[in-house]
């Protein structure tokens, strides 16, 4: 009976080892967008706009 906890125990931790990694990569991910838009906004990096069309 002494095997059971640590298998739980590592599922638990190997859970938990996710969350934090998809934690910091969506945190990195929307820091890359604020940062994105406030050069567009600042007229640093500008990109055309392929989606739009012209009548």
Known sequence: MNR???VIR???????VGLLISGI???AA???RS???AA????GI???N???RSN
Not at 40 to 43: A, E, K, P, R, Y
């Open 40 to 43: 567009q906004m600042s007229g």
């Open 46 to 48: 500008a990109a055309p």
């Open 10 to 16: 590592t599922l638990v931790m190997v859970f938990a």
């Open 4 to 6: 059971r906890p640590d």
């Open 50 to 52: 392929a989606t739009a």
């Open 30 to 32: 929307s820091d890359n």
């Open 35 to 37: 940062t994105t838009s």
């Open 25 to 27: 990569t969506s945190l």
